[in-house]
């Protein structure tokens, strides 16, 4: 007769045979190379990273150009000016933005300039066009032009280099380009830029019931959801995905769609379902003629089954088929794998929450679908209600993964636990 202590001791076995989740990461890392750079123009760079040293090679301003539309002038020339006693200089041309023309500005001369344009040699400073008898219209250009201020040398003059100089060094490989970044580096003239390659991953999956979106239900089929948000969950950590329609339960169609999947020459393979002990598939079958894939049981909650290794040596994970076990697995061991592929910075946000009521866990490491509330005692995590890994809709809800860690079976409440929070929470910012 099994007593209370022998079903304790039979689960701690059971427990002691789970993969930990730290180690099967290690193992997934240690089998990922690093993809190489590419060119790309900076119509494609928003969101890569950089593979390369950016040095300006040029000036920025590259010219001194005026701040202002007025009037260039030799300071020295306008000393005392006032509107009293202004001083009379020669109007010698007008220079309109863009302008390539170069001249140099005799002694008593001026030039009328629009904002942004080239300072004439000899000019210092520029009078700002309501400082003089100076009209803004089109009419033909007066003889002469009264100043009635005076101006210091470098006045409403950017200099040359002002912002940037050239031979300065702006950026270091490794940063995830945004608009801004997209826009200096057009200010310099760059044209191309070196970026770390996309990932492209391949996702598939295989279920008889399994219907695709938009077309109609029989009994007994449920909808592929794992194959969209599979390929979404890629696209959020920077890859390429390239999504087949699930195959059917048939050792034919399942070594079908590999093979299709393999002729996308993907960088990695993403598929879900078929990886638990006894399921009705035959991924498995396949997986040992193409690959090497070790199964594995892993000590985590949702999603123990999981299968990782190679076929023909592209990177392979095999999902568990339930939706929210397949996110949650994405999330854990596939993202940061992706991440060091594409050499991507984690940008995952964890904060620290007190458990709101009791809860208690099978002793795996759990990721519980939760609500956090910013109280006057920090965040607060309540859980969002069922955790049935087959419910999309409760991780939907859910605006972060509270964390219980291995070994721990109750969780009082007060606990304070790691969060990852799944979206960014407009109250708290965090
Ligand atoms: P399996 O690993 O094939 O036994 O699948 C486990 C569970 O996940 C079953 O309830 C399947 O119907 C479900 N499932 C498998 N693949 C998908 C999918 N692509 N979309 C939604 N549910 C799936
Ligand atoms: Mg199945």
């Known amino acids: 007769m099994p007593t209370v202590i022998h079903i304790f001791l039979e689960k701690i076995s059971i427990m002691a045979k789970l993969l930990n989740v730290d180690k099967a990461l290690d193992n997934i890392l240690a089998a990922i190379t690093?993809?190489?750079?590419?060119?790309?123009t900076l119509d494609q760079a928003r969101g890569r990273i950089l593979a390369e040293t950016i040095i300006s090679p040029l000036h920025l301003p590259p010219f001194p150009n005026s701040s202002m539309d007025g009037y260039a002038v030799r300071a020295e020339d306008v000393i005392n000016a006032t509107r009293k006693t202004p001083i009379t200089l020669r109007l010698a041309l007008d220079i309109p933005a863009g302008s390539t023309a170069r001249y140099t500005l005799a002694p008593g001369e001026t030039a009328r300039i629009m904002t942004g344009a080239p300072m004439p040699?000899?000019?210092?400073?520029?009078?700002?066009?309501?400082?003089?008898?100076?009209?803004?219209d089109n009419a033909a250009l007066p003889e002469t032009v009264q100043i009635y201020k005076e101006v210091q040398p470098g006045d409403y003059v950017r200099p040359i280099g002002e912002n940037i100089y050239a031979g300065q060094s702006l950026y270091e490989p490794g940063v995830s380009l945004r608009a801004m970044d997209i826009g200096l580096l057009a200010?310099?003239?760059l044209r191309t830029v070196s970026v770390i390659r996309q990932p492209r991953v391949v996702i598939l999956g295989s279920g008889d019931e399994l219907m695709e979106p938009g077309l109609p239900l029989a009994h007994g089929q449920i909808y592929d959801s794992n194959s969209y948000m599979l390929a979404a969950l890629v696209e959020e950590s920077g890859a390429e995905a390239i999504r087949l329609p699930v195959a059917k339960d048939t050792l034919a169609d399942i070594r079908a769609v590999f093979q299709t999947a393999l002729?996308?020459?993907?960088?990695?393979?993403?598929?879900?379902?078929?990886?638990?002990?006894?399921?009705?598939?035959?991924?498995?079958?396949?997986?040992?003629?193409?690959?090497?894939v070790n199964f594995w049981r892993i000590n985590l909650r949702p999603g123990k089954p999981l299968a990782f290794g190679q076929v023909a040596g592209i990177p392979f994970f095999g999902l568990p088929g339930n939706p929210v076990s397949a996110f949650v697995t994405f999330d854990v061991l596939v993202?940061?794998?992706?991440?060091?592929?594409?050499?991507?910075?984690d940008d995952a946000v964890y904060a620290k929450a007190t458990v709101a009521e009791k809860m208690t866990s099978d002793g795996r490491r759990s990721y519980i679908r939760v609500n956090t509330t910013q109280t006057k005692k920090g965040l607060e995590a309540r859980s969002t209600g069922t955790q049935?890994?087959?419910?999309?809709?409760s991780i939907v809800?859910?605006?972060?993964?509270?964390?219980?860690?291995?070994?721990?079976t109750v969780v009082e409440q007060g606990t304070k636990l790691r969060v990852k929070l799944l979206k960014i929470n407009p109250n708290t910012g965090k």
């Open 34 to 40: 690093p993809l190489p750079s590419e060119l790309v």
């Open 121 to 136: 040699d000899g000019a210092d400073a520029v009078i700002p066009v309501e400082d003089t008898n100076g009209t803004w």
């Open 187 to 189: 200010s310099l003239g």
């Open 263 to 292: 002729q996308h020459k993907p960088d990695m393979m993403i598929s879900s379902a078929g990886v638990s002990v006894g399921a009705a598939d035959f991924t498995r079958t396949i997986l040992e003629e193409l690959g090497q």
């Open 335 to 345: 993202r940061p794998a992706l991440l060091k592929m594409a050499q991507r910075p």
């Open 388 to 393: 049935s890994s087959g419910a999309l809709l």
């Open 397 to 408: 809800t859910a605006d972060a993964l509270m964390i219980i860690p291995e070994d721990m």
